[in-house]
């Protein structure tokens, strides 16, 4: 099985890749966002309801550089942003992985034109239609609630208190 191919946003000459990437999407196409960084089961089941709302998934991995603006740790992320765009690609339910360097996917989102964005149940539709979808009415939010006991920062400091 191929992996889904990977577009990095910050560079101009995978403008073409990009435009292709989104031509070949069968509709409707998904957007969700995240920084993915220690992949769990909580991320595998998230993405793959996320899929299940239209036929193309594609997933905006924060860069290294956007994932530190979100304050989730000094050491974070720990994995680099090519090997989790790579881990994200691999799955078989995403169709396109784009590395994206902004505080929000917005003007990604734009470009791509989703029929739905998919953010976890930790966020609002009120703050996704202030940031993230700021400007774009045309595109449905669909929030899945977050899987019990599992994230990235939980995992991390059972890790930390198992090795003190």
Do not use: W
Not at 24 to 45: A, I, N, R, Y
Not at 130 to 150: M, R, S, V
């Amino acid at each position: 099985m191929e992996c889904a191919p990977i577009i990095n946003f910050l560079q101009v000459d995978k403008s073409k890749q990009l435009l292709s990437l989104i031509r070949k999407c069968e509709q409707p196409v998904v957007f969700t966002s995240g920084v993915f960084d220690l992949l769990h089961v909580g991320h595998l089941e998230y993405l793959r309801e996320a899929k299940r709302y239209g036929k193309s998934l594609i997933v905006g991995v924060n860069t290294d550089n956007s994932a530190k603006k979100l304050e989730k740790g000094p050491s974070r992320p720990f994995n680099n942003e090519n090997d989790r765009a790579s881990l994200i690609a691999s799955l078989r339910y995403v169709d396109g992985v784009i590395l994206f360097n902004e505080d929000t996917p917005n003007a990604l989102i734009k470009l791509i034109k989703p029929s739905f964005f998919v953010k976890g149940g930790d966020y609002s539709e009120t703050y996704l239609r202030a940031t993230d979808l700021f400007g774009l009415e045309n595109t449905e939010i669909k929030i899945i609630p977050l899987k019990t006991n599992y994230s990235s920062t939980r995992l991390i400091k059972k890790i930390i208190k198992a090795h003190q």
